[in-house]
């Protein structure tokens, strides 16, 4: 449930917060979220299902996206996942229908399973070199991605990481990956 006031639209996490765990959760009302460098941990359920929300910056500092933490957040259109960010959480962005852009930086070495499932309008998604796991169903179910870069760095592609993309039209699979999922 929602901890924050209907009335809030616009929130400012004040910079003693380091953590933050499914507080915004279900806050259908809540458009954008300045998130301060205190914080290195945006955890499971954070923002979950607010549907209303369009603009959310990650700042540097966060080194987790915890698991569920932005899905279902609808009205999101873009994200950059900061080069701090070591590992996108089960879930973390699933069912943003809205998301069109993902920009995903160099530090991040693990896409959780069911990460990104669900985005509809995503097109194209580039995975940067640090990756080396994409987990189960991760980019399942993005029926618009016509596109996708996996580098050298990835060994692994979880069972379904690309099931239910029926746009998708050209897939390399690099020599250094040692195990395909169904």
């Given at each position: 449930?929602?901890?924050?006031?209907e009335t809030?639209?616009d929130?400012?996490?004040?910079?003693?917060v380091?953590?933050?765990h499914?507080?915004?959760?279900?806050?259908?009302?809540?458009r954008?979220?300045?998130?301060?460098?205190?914080?290195?941990?945006?955890?499971a359920?954070?923002?979950g299902?607010c549907?209303?929300?369009?603009?959310?910056?990650?700042?540097d500092?966060?080194?987790e996206i915890?698991?569920?933490?932005?899905s279902?957040?609808?009205?999101?259109?873009?994200i950059?996942?900061?080069?701090?960010?070591?590992?996108?959480g089960?879930?973390a962005f699933?069912?943003?229908?809205?998301?069109?852009?993902i920009?995903?930086?160099d530090?991040?070495?693990?896409?959780?399973a069911?990460?990104f499932?669900?985005?509809?309008?995503?097109t194209?998604?580039t995975?940067?070199?640090?990756?080396?796991?994409?987990?189960?169903?991760a980019?399942?179910?993005?029926?618009?991605?016509?596109?996708?870069?996996i580098?050298?760095?990835?060994?692994?592609l979880?069972?379904g990481?690309?099931s239910?993309?029926?746009?998708?039209?050209?897939?390399?699979?690099?020599?250094?990956?040692?195990?395909?999922?169904n």
């Amino acid at each position: 449930l929602c901890y924050v006031p209907e009335t809030y639209t616009d929130y400012i996490i004040p910079d003693t917060v380091t953590a933050i765990h499914g507080a915004f959760e279900d806050c259908s009302g809540l458009r954008s979220v300045t998130i301060p460098d205190s914080v290195t941990e945006i955890g499971a359920w954070a923002f979950g299902a607010c549907t209303g929300l369009v603009s959310i910056t990650i700042p540097d500092s966060v080194t987790e996206i915890g698991e569920m933490a932005f899905s279902g957040c609808s009205g999101l259109t873009a994200i950059t996942i900061p080069d701090g960010v070591a590992t996108i959480g089960e879930g973390a962005f699933e069912g943003d229908t809205g998301l069109t852009s993902i920009i995903i930086s160099d530090g991040v070495a693990e896409i959780g399973a069911y990460a990104f499932c669900d985005c509809f309008d995503l097109t194209a998604v580039t995975i940067p070199d640090s990756v080396i796991s994409i987990g189960e169903g991760a980019f399942a179910g993005c029926s618009g991605l016509t596109s996708v870069t996996i580098p050298d760095s990835v060994t692994e592609l979880g069972d379904g990481a690309f099931s239910g993309c029926p746009e998708l039209t050209s897939v390399i699979i690099p020599d250094n990956v040692t195990s395909i999922g169904n």
